[in-house]
């Protein structure tokens, strides 16, 4: 989603600054006033991709563990009876560096009367959108404590969705970066040792496949480092349309056509969708705001756009399962659950609960990819480097055959 940067008013009068990641500008007002501040300046990143990166990167990044520990002690805290200004300065000593400094901020801002919500808005890289939302309904409710306990299984559930797909791309991204390596040796270093080897010894011709894979390594050892400039260039501009919008949408419409993704990507936003939501009206935010809220979670772009017209027509009839079932995202057991949430006034409870199944089912889904993506990758891997080295041994047996004629 594209990048804002943004100038606000806060409720004491004061200016405030930030970055926020949202899907339109419109949508950054919104989440802005959501946050209790009044913005007077919203500019996009889009045009200066380098001030984007440069504030992206300088821009603090906490490991959830360390927002997970945080929460976990404030909720001990305040549920202790400890007031939250005390009970900041008294985790403030219980973490270092760059956190440290943002608690700092956070508690100098909640002592000078500002919410709790909005200082922790202040840094949207640290604190997301859903976790400030959620903070601010505990604030007005009176409940933060139980807030900040729904909180923590949330982003523990999150942290391990993340790492499982880690799991799923990591070992077999080490494969294919380690049989390419070993493919570059070969060809650069041992297949023309080889055959040259073998043109000198031999007047006869280089067998197909050795000949085939000569041509390769002749071509890739005279125009190795033109070739690696045109891959690094198309690498880049590839990156670059990835980050537009256009770009964004045409991978994610690409994903969505292939089986397997689709799947695991509706599975995902089915989840987030659930979760999120359920949590929101449990913790008393109204229907719209929590739809703004979660639509804009959903990282599949079409996805989104689909969310976002259901979400019009759930805040206009107050029917969420009816219009669910109409982006053809939701399985018809997921909806029917939803249905008989609504008809039960237990809507949150049956949310929470529809996002706990299906988020076993992404793990199941992720488990599974994980089982078969890893052997086809080396069965793969094995067949080009054996047919390599079938090719570079292939002259070797033509010259013991040769001698022994």
């Avoid at 360390?66 to 005390?86: C, D, E, W």
């Avoid at 077999?172 to 390419?180: E, N, R, Y």
């Avoid at 570059?184 to 496949?209: A, C, H, N, Q, Y």
């Avoid at 409870?349 to 052997?375: C, H, Q, R, S, W």
Wanted: glycine share 6%.
């Amino acid at each position: 989603m594209p990048l804002y940067k943004y100038e606000s008013y806060n409720r004491s009068g004061k200016i405030v600054s930030g970055t926020i990641d949202v899907s339109s500008l419109d949508m950054a007002k919104k989440t802005l006033q959501g946050q209790g501040l009044m913005p007077f300046r919203i500019e996009e990143f889009g045009s200066d991709k380098i001030e984007a990166f440069a504030i992206s990167f300088f821009e603090p990044q906490i490991d959830i563990k360390t927002k997970i520990i945080f929460t976990k002690q404030l909720a001990v805290l305040l549920k202790a009876g400890v007031p939250l200004l005390q009970a900041l300065e008294l985790l403030i000593e219980q973490f270092e560096k760059k956190f440290k400094r943002i608690l700092i901020n956070v508690k100098d801002g909640v002592k000078s009367g500002n919410s709790f919500a909005s200082e922790l808005g202040k840094y949207p890289k640290v604190f997301s959108n859903i976790y400030v939302q959620l903070v601010r309904a505990g604030e007005a409710s009176g409940k933060l404590h139980l807030i900040l306990e729904k909180l923590i299984d949330y982003m523990a559930r999150e942290e391990d969705t993340k790492q499982r797909v880690k799991k799923a791309t990591n070992y077999p991204m080490f494969v294919l970066g380690f049989s390419a390596l070993v493919v570059i040796v070969l060809i650069k270093v041992l297949v023309p040792r080889i055959t040259d080897i073998f043109v000198k010894m031999s007047k006869t011709e280089l067998p197909g496949p050795t000949l085939f894979l000569k041509n390769v390594s002749d071509f890739l050892n005279n125009n190795f480092f033109s070739i690696s400039i045109i891959f690094t260039v198309i690498f880049l501009l590839f990156l670059y349309w990835k980050s537009t919008q256009n770009g964004k949408k045409s991978l994610d419409e690409l994903f969505l056509k292939i089986p397997m993704i689709s799947y695991f990507s509706k599975t995902k936003a089915v989840v987030q969708f659930c979760q999120t939501l359920g949590i929101l009206l449990s913790a008393g935010v109204n229907l719209a705001e929590s739809l703004d809220i979660v639509s804009n979670i959903v990282e599949n772009s079409v996805l989104h756009d689909k969310l976002e017209i259901a979400k019009g027509n759930i805040i206009k009839e107050g029917k969420i399962a009816k219009y669910l079932k109409q982006t053809e995202i939701f399985p018809n057991i997921a909806t029917y659950m939803i249905e008989t949430g609504e008809q039960s006034g237990n809507l949150d409870n049956m949310l929470l609960t529809v996002g706990v199944d299906y988020d076993e089912e992404l793990k199941n889904i992720i488990d599974g990819l994980v089982a078969k993506i890893g052997p086809i990758t080396t069965i793969i891997t094995g067949l080009i480097i054996g047919f390599i080295v079938i090719s570079v041994f292939l002259p070797i047996a033509s010259m013991g055959d040769l001698s022994g004629v």
